[in-house]
C-alpha cells in the first residue's frame, strides 16, 4: 500500500482515508479471489467476531459454508464448546443447516427463533429426523398458538440430492419449482431446505473446509486456567484454529499462554490478540501467534476509549501491525471499527488478512439470541460487549457472590444494545453478498486479482471529514 501524497504524521480511522483508482486489467469483479493467505483455509477474509451475541454454532457453520470463519466466545464451558465445534464439523459444507423444531413448538415460539424470511428452512419432526421441511416465511401467515406439527400442508416438495448437488443444475431445478424452495432428500433422510437464491450464491462462494471436506471453525480459548488443556480438547473435537484472546493482548500472562499452546504442538494456527503496535504485534509472533488481532476500543459495543484513554485509531493500527507481523511471517486480522464495506477493503489495503465482524452480523438470522419485537413491531436481537457487566455476570457466574460484584465492578462495554434485524437483508448471506461485492469492487479499481496485490496496489489518500461525508449517498431527494 502507499499514500496518495504525504503520509500524515497522526493516526488514521477508516473514514480518515479513502481509495484511489488505477489502471486495472482485471475485467470483473468475479475475477477476483478473495482467499487469505493466513493458513486458514478462508475463501473470503471475514471472520465473526467471538462475541456471545455475534458467533454460534449456526453463525459458525453459515459464514464457513461461505467461506469465511467464526470464532466461538471463550464463555462457552468445555462441553458446550466441544459439542458446537462437533455440531458445526457435522454440517453439510454445500447446504444450508435448517433450524430444527419438535412437532409440539407452536407458531409464536418458533418465530422467537427465527424470523419469517424467504430462503429459510425449518425441519419438523422428532429424534428420528424430520418428518417435513417448509420456508420460514410461511411462519407469518399463521396464528401463533398453531402447532408446528400440524403444518404439515406447508412442507416443500422434496428433491433428492443428487438432482442439487451441483449449484448451477440445482438453480435450473429449482427454476421449475413454484416458489423456488425444495426440501432435500438423501437416502430417505430430510436433511435441508433449498432455496434458488441459496443454489446461486453456491455458484459465486466457495466453503471453508478442512482437509476431510468438513466446515471449518475456530474457538476462543483465553488465557486463563488450564490453557493447553482446553485448546488441545478442542483441537481433538477439530477446531482448526485457535483464538487466545484478552482485551490487553500485549502483556505477559498472553505471551506465555501463546508459548504453551505453541510448544503443544496442536497442529492449527494460533491467533492472539488484542494488540495495536508493532512492538506488541512482534512480541506476540515470537511468542508463538501465526495471526495477530489488531484492534482496541473500536467496536461498537466497546468504551475502553472513553472509560482509560487506551486504543488507537484502526486504520493505523493494522498499517503498522500488518507491516511488522509481515516481516515476521505472519498476518494479522483487523479487529473492529467496519460499518460499511469501503471500511472491509480499507482493513485489507492496509495489510489485514481478514477483518473480524461483530456488531453488524449480530442482527442477522445466524446470530444467537432470541428475537424481540419493538412497539413499532419491528424485529431486533440483543447484542452487548465482552467486558461488560452482562457478560462479566456469565462469565463469573459460578464465583461466590462477592468475589462476581468485585468483578462487575470494572466492567466496561456496552450491556444491552438494540440490534434491528434489517427486513432487507435479514440472513447473513444479504450482509456477505454487500460487503464482498464491495470488496471484489474495490480490487479491480486498484487492478488487482486477488488480496495480495491489492494490499500491495492499493493508493489511499487522507480525506476531510467533508469529504467522507460527500462520499455518501443523499437520504431525500433534492
Known amino acids: 500500500m502507499q499514500f496518495y501524497g504525504a503520509q500524515p504524521q497522526y493516526d488514521l480511522t477508516y473514514s480518515d482515508v479513502f481509495l484511489v483508482p488505477s489502471r486495472s486489467e482485471v475485467g470483473s469483479r468475479l475475477g477476483v479471489d478473495l482467499a487469505t493467505d493466513d ?12 462475541m456471545n451475541a455475534v458467533s454460534g454454532r449456526r453463525m459458525a457453520a453459515a459464514l464457513a459454508r461461505r467461506g469465511g470463519l467464526a470464532v466461538l466466545p471463550q464463555d462457552l464451558d468445555r462441553d458446550d464448546a466441544v459439542a458446537a465445534v462437533r455440531w458445526v464439523k457435522a454440517r453439510e459444507a454445500t447446504l444450508p443447516a435448517p433450524f430444527e423444531f419438535d412437532g409440539a413448538t407452536t407458531v409464536a415460539e418458533a418465530l422467537e427463533v427465527v424470523p419469517p424470511v424467504a ?3 425449518i425441519a419438523v419432526g422428532g429424534a428420528h429426523g424430520a418428518d417435513y421441511v417448509f420456508e420460514a416465511l410461511e411462519l407469518d401467515r399463521m396464528p401463533g398458538d398453531a402447532r ?7 412442507a416443500a416438495p422434496v428433491v433428492d440430492h443428487a438432482e442439487v448437488a451441483d449449484a448451477r443444475a440445482a438453480f435450473d431445478r429449482l427454476e421449475d419449482v413454484d416458489g423456488g424452495f425444495v426440501a432435500v432428500e438423501r437416502d430417505g433422510r430430510l436433511i435441508a431446505g433449498l432455496a434458488q437464491r441459496d443454489a446461486l450464491r453456491s455458484t459465486l462462494y466457495r466453503p ?3 482437509d476431510e471436506g468438513r466446515l471449518r471453525v475456530a474457538v476462543a480459548v483465553g488465557i486463563n486456567g488450564d490453557v493447553v488443556g482446553r485448546a488441545r480438547e478442542l483441537r481433538e473435537a477439530g477446531a482448526d484454529v485457535l483464538v487466545l484472546d484478552t482485551a490487553h493482548g500485549h502483556q505477559g500472562a498472553m505471551h506465555r499462554a501463546v508459548e504453551a499452546v505453541h510448544e503443544a504442538g496442536l497442529g492449527a494456527p494460533i491467533v492472539a490478540g488484542n494488540v495495536v503496535s508493532s512492538s506488541g504485534t512482534r512480541d506476540l509472533v515470537r511468542a508463538g501467534a501465526h495471526i495477530v488481532k489488531v484492534g482496541v476500543g473500536p467496536g461498537a459495543m466497546c468504551t475502553t476509549r472513553m472509560m482509560t484513554a487506551v486504543g488507537r485509531p484502526q486504520f493505523s493500527a493494522v498499517l503498522e501491525c500488518a507491516e511488522t507481523a509481515a ?11 467496519v460499518r460499511y464495506p469501503r471500511d472491509v477493503a480499507l482493513a485489507l489495503a492496509a495489510g489485514g488478512s481478514a477483518v473480524m465482524i461483530g456488531s453488524w452480523f449480530a442482527g442477522t438470522v445466524e446470530a444467537p439470541g432470541r428475537i424481540h419485537v419493538d412497539e413499532r413491531g419491528r424485529r431486533y436481537k440483543e447484542s452487548f460487549g465482552m467486558a461488560s457487566s452482562r457478560a462479566v455476570a ?3 457466574g459460578a464465583l461466590p457472590a462477592y468475589e462476581r460484584a468485585r468483578k462487575q465492578l470494572f466492567a466496561e462495554g456496552i450491556s444491552n444494545s438494540t440490534i434491528l434485524m434489517d427486513p432487507e437483508r435479514p440472513s447473513l448471506d444479504d450482509l456477505l453478498d454487500m460487503i464482498t461485492t464491495g470488496v471484489r469492487s474495490s480490487c479491480t479499481y486498484a487492478g488487482a486479482k486477488n488480496l495480495v496485490e491489492f494490499h500491495e496496489r492499493a493508493k489511499v489518500g487522507v480525506q476531510s471529514a467533508a469529504g467522507y461525508e460527500e462520499g455518501k449517498a443523499l437520504p431525500v431527494s433534492w
Request: glycine content about 18%; overall charge negative; cysteine-free.
Open 327 to 337: 516481516n515476521h511471517d505472519a498476518r494479522v486480522w483487523a479487529d473492529g471499527g
Open 39 to 50: 493458513r486458514t483455509g478462508m475463501t473470503i477474509p471475514l471472520v465473526a467476531s467471538n
Open 148 to 154: 408446528l406439527g400440524d403444518l404439515g400442508h406447508l
Open 208 to 210: 471453508a473446509v478442512d
Open 394 to 396: 456469565g462469565r463469573f
Open 119 to 121: 430462503g429459510t428452512a
